[in-house]
């Protein structure tokens, strides 16, 4: 079956691939419980690597298509999306406008000094962070004589969610043994979506299990639900007559914490284990967060020995230098 890729849309490429799959022996041994696995994405290459340039490498091949020559999208002020889309943006020769959530701060710093760089043109939105004065900018640019083509939030539409599939049988050509799970940060869904299709279309004995990152929705309609159509829409472009149904979307929403990009402690806690045992920089906002759930769950017994898990790093560590402050005041160094 990994022999057969799917009938996925043209691609341009942007990222390294395959990145690598390697065992936590250290990680795995000191918590005394299955086998942990990590897929390296934080490795994936472009603008110090991360899970959107799997999604950017559809998404801009339609924009190039579309003779698009300007890139819109939005996130937080510290979005991994945002700068990998500026970077591709700046290697393409694209313009590249970031709407951001907040207010301009009086430092660049990790990801926001990485967009600067880039070139990215940067538009403050304050409380909004999910693009919701794109139209606006859209007009504004159209009217400028540009031809702005609009990458979805997180970019987490079909198109994006398909460079997920991919990777889901990239992996499968690394390794002979399927994994019992595979655990992620769950966001905007395309990662989610994407990995959940593949599994089915393959019929993976692999539960997909997304740890839930941020509670507040993307367009008004829950979570659950979003994950659910984005899948379903990626699984019918694999197999057409395949059905997803609700009980097929395991996601985890018991690692929210203090909300959305606030560091606590299980992040802080994570992001050191990983770093002193295995010499992996995870990040605050995500794959901290994902790792301190996966840890939890370990611990209280959620997997049996023989489970193989694998962590899909999905990057974001550019972040860990915006936080730098909170680390010293919360570790007193
Ligand atoms: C480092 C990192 N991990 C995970 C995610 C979540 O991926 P998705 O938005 O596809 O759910 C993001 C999204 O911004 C991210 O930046």
């Not at 999208?73 to 406008?97: F, K, P, V």
């Not at 997304?210 to 379903?232: A, M, T, V, Y």
Request: aromatic share 6%; glycine share 10%.
């Amino acid at each position: 079956m990994t022999e057969m890729l799917p009938p996925l849309s043209e691609r341009i490429a942007l990222g390294v691939f395959p990145t690598p799959l390697s065992p936590l022996r250290r990680l795995s041994e000191h918590l005394g419980g299955p086998s942990i696995w990590i897929k390296r994405d934080d490795l994936s290459g472009l603008a110090l690597g991360g899970n959107k340039v799997r999604k950017l490498e559809y998404l801009l091949q339609n924009a190039l298509t579309e003779g698009a020559d300007t890139l819109i999208t939005a996130g937080a002020i510290q979005s991994n999306h945002c700068r990998q889309t500026a970077a591709a943006a700046a290697s393409l020769g694209l313009e590249c406008h970031l709407v951001l959530g907040g207010y301009a701060p009086p430092l660049l710093q990790g990801n926001l000094l990485l967009d600067s760089l880039f070139g990215a043109h940067l538009h403050f939105a304050g409380s909004k962070r999910k693009g919701e004065d794109i139209p606006a900018l859209a007009e504004s640019l159209i009217a400028a004589g540009k031809r702005p083509y609009v990458v979805p939030y997180g970019g987490s539409n079909k198109l994006g969610a398909l460079g997920f599939a991919n990777a889901l049988v990239e992996l499968c050509r690394q390794t002979q043994e399927p994994f019992s799970h595979i655990v992620f940060a769950s966001s905007s869904g395309g990662t989610h979506a994407g990995l959940l299709a593949a599994a089915k279309w393959m019929a993976l004995p692999t539960q997909i299990l997304g740890i839930r990152i941020d509670k507040e929705e993307n367009n008004g309609s829950p979570f659950q639900q979003q994950l659910l159509s984005l899948s379903q829409d990626v699984l019918t472009d694999l197999e057409p007559l395949a059905n997803l149904s609700a009980e097929d979307i395991v996601l985890n929403e018991d690692y929210l914490g203090q909300g959305y990009g606030v560091m606590g402690e299980p992040e802080q806690e994570a992001i050191s284990l990983m770093a002193s045992l295995e010499g992996i920089l995870l990040d605050p906002v995500y794959t901290g967060r994902a790792m301190a759930g996966l840890l939890d769950l370990v611990q209280k017994g959620h997997f049996s020995a023989e489970d193989k898990i694998l962590f899909w790093h999905t990057g974001g560590a550019p972040a860990i230098f915006a936080y730098a402050d909170e680390w010293a005041a919360n570790r007193h160094l």
